[in-house]
T-cell receptor, first 113, second 116 residues
Framework: QKEVEQNSGPLSVPEGAIASLNCTYS??????FFWYRQYSGKSPELIMF????GDKEDGRFTAQLNKASQYVSLLIRDSQPSDSATYLC?????????????FGKGTTLSVSS | GAVVSQHPSRVICKSGTSVKIECRSL??????MFWYRQFPKQSLMLMAT?????????EQGVEKDKFLINHASLTLSTLTVTSAHPEDSSFYIC????????????FGQGTRLTVV
């Protein structure tokens, strides 16, 4: 059973702080890793994706990947109240019909002003 | 970017009836569509994968006779929940793979199904 594990939280940080979200995955064959943000009752929206070991930065967001440890993280700098949402970690999984995404349960982030 | 349009966004139905959810790819051809289900405070769980012109592939534990998937064209995939029960109440989301290595996903807006 391929699994993606996240701490469900809630993770509470004050406005302006750094929020750190973590994720581990079980399938060593996974090659693509994604962070999605989901607001209640809405579909996920892509924040970042990362394929290679190391860091990838995009504005206030930095994704970090360590394939040896099967670990991927998302750092949000200068957190804003509008960042309050559930963050889903996803990894690709090749099944017999194609490539689907396997999601973690998500971490709820609350940024207080 | 690619757009997947999902309808309806919300539906309330009586127990025992069937509900059809549609997902259309508006500006690209989606040969594959993934169907997910999400219960409150839970993850998106992959239910099945539909491929245009062939039978859908269902994940373990998903009843294929209850969740009928049709992918008759390159722009339309449908999920029909047959003989719905209150425990089928959930958030159903479709997604189509993206262009780059088939790894990115374009999501529909989701359908909130409530069975009363």
């Amino acid at each position: 059973q391929k699994e993606v594990e996240q701490n469900s939280g809630p993770l509470s940080v004050p406005e302006g702080a750094i929020a750190s979200l973590n994720c581990t995955y079980s399938d060593r064959g996974s090659q693509s890793f994604f962070w999605y943000r989901q607001y209640s009752g809405k579909s996920p929206e892509l924040i970042m994706f990362i394929y290679s070991n190391g860091d990838k930065e995009d504005g206030r967001f930095t994704a970090q990947l360590n394939k040896a440890s099967q670990y991927v993280s998302l750092l949000i700098r200068d957190s804003q109240p509008s960042d309050s949402a559930t963050y889903l970690c996803a990894v690709n999984s090749i099944n017999q019909a194609g490539t689907a995404l396997i999601f973690g349960k998500g971490t709820t982030l609350s940024v207080s002003s | 970017g690619a757009v997947v349009s999902q309808h309806p966004s919300r539906v309330i139905c009586k127990s025992g009836t069937s509900v059809k959810i549609e997902c259309r790819s508006l500006d690209f051809q989606a040969t594959t569509m993934f169907w997910y289900r999400q219960f409150p405070k839970q993850s998106l769980m992959l239910m099945a994968t539909s491929n245009e012109g062939s039978k859908a592939t269902y994940e373990q534990g998903v009843e294929k006779d209850k969740f009928l998937i049709n992918h008759a064209s390159l722009t339309l995939s449908t999920l029909t929940v047959t003989s719905a029960h209150p425990e089928d109440s959930s958030f159903y989301i479709c997604s189509a793979p993206g262009y780059v290595g088939n790894t990115e996903a374009f999501f529909g807006q989701g359908t909130r199904l409530t069975v009363v």
